[in-house]
């Protein structure tokens, strides 16, 4: 017995051997050809930022998300702590995005988002059913301070002055209106906003709008963010970017994606950006996206920041089946998280053009406003 035990332990190590050697060119090998990084100057269209209300900055959270793991897991990644922001005020949520950024090697300025809340029958503010909100005003004041970041200005269309909200925002600065209809009770199909649409055509202002299921709050109406319903605005000639590109949730039997995919070949003023597609969760959509050709020439760069400093939920490591060993490890090495993300998204075939379309797009926004 210990004779065939031997005999059988030799053979199953030739056999891990012969394994190890044929699969060593695919794990060791450098990786083919292809075009360096882009170099800076890059823009992050998709950027957040949160707060207690410290300093005087009007955000909030909700007791349930204040509650919520979650609220702690985003502060984390932001690089504060609750004791930290009541000392030294929510503003420093975004000098610490400043300064992260101002590290990079290819990202030279980044978007960040306001988020308005819900709002009740008479047109207000609904603190009741808002989780979490960023306004306007706290971003018109704080962004100007940053020479590397510009902002996102997020206007409930049920405002009772929605419209003026609007032009203020652009008079401040705002290079885009960020919506997120399953929190702010928002429906994108709704006719009495037609006005509201005209109006961001009028102001030249691109609406990114969440598309497909939400999991960073507590609780959501994800009905609202199925793509068909951006037919309205699409159709008045509002430039639509579908945040996160519709890639989770089914809607009518139908993936999300497909049916953004659809609209794409109907709409040229439709977009999509590649935020949170590298995260753990989603792991398989940027290949498809990179390869479905409804969406050649439509992607948008973006990273959902603060979510690529979470190594746990973004990682090379999870892309093991397309990327080589080398490739792997040297994105994983980058310590910036933002050349970080490029290195991966670039190794994992994001197309040229995705890159720089997002100036196109929103305007010259390496420059300061005037």
Excluded at 298 to 317: A, F, K, M, Q
Aim: with cysteine; glycine share 8%; hydrophobic share 45%.
């Amino acid at each position: 017995m210990s004779f065939l035990h031997r005999n059988r332990c030799r053979i199953l190590a030739c056999l891990l051997l012969i394994l190890a050697l044929l699969l060593a060119p695919f794990l060791f090998a450098a990786p083919p050809p292809r075009e360096p990084p882009p170099a800076a100057p890059l823009v992050d269209l998709h950027c957040h930022t949160a707060g207690l209300g410290a300093g005087g900055s009007g955000c909030f959270v909700s007791p349930r998300m204040e509650r919520s793991f979650k609220l702690h897991f985003y502060l984390r990644s932001f690089g504060v702590t609750k004791a930290e922001l009541r000392r030294e005020g929510d503003a420093l949520v975004l000098r610490r995005l400043a300064e992260r950024l101002a590290g990079s090697r290819h990202v030279s300025h980044a978007v960040v988002l306001a988020l308005d809340g819900a709002v009740d029958a008479h047109g207000e503010l609904d603190r009741a059913r808002t989780e979490v909100y960023v306004p306007n005003e706290f971003l018109a004041a704080e962004i100007p301070r940053h020479p590397n970041l510009r902002w996102g200005a997020s206007v409930n269309p049920h405002r009772h002055d929605a419209l003026s909200r609007l032009e203020a925002a652009r008079a401040q600065g705002a290079v885009l209106v960020k919506w997120l209809p399953s929190i702010q009770h928002i429906d994108p199909a709704d006719a009495r906003l037609i006005p509201y649409y005209r109006k961001l055509v009028e102001l030249g202002l691109p609406l990114l709008t969440h598309t497909g299921n939400e999991h960073a709050f507590t609780q959501a109406h994800d009905e609202w963010c199925d793509p068909e319903r951006l037919r309205l605005p699409l159709s008045l000639g509002v430039v639509v970017i579908a945040a996160h590109a519709g890639t989770s949730g089914s809607f009518a039997g139908e993936r999300s994606f497909d049916r953004l995919a659809r609209l794409m070949t109907e709409y040229p003023n439709l977009y999509a950006d590649v935020s949170s597609l590298t995260q753990l969760n989603k792991r398989r959509h940027l290949g498809e996206l990179i390869a479905r050709p409804e969406f050649r020439g439509r992607l948008l760069y973006g990273t959902d920041y603060p979510l690529i400093e979470i190594r746990s939920l973004v990682s090379p490591w999870y892309f093991a089946s397309r990327l080589s060993l080398r490739e792997i490890r040297a994105c994983a090495g980058i310590a910036n998280p933002w050349d970080r993300d490029v290195a991966l998204k670039h190794a994992l075939g994001l197309p040229a053009d995705a890159w720089t379309r997002g100036e196109a797009v929103l305007g010259p926004i390496g420059r300061p406003p005037s």
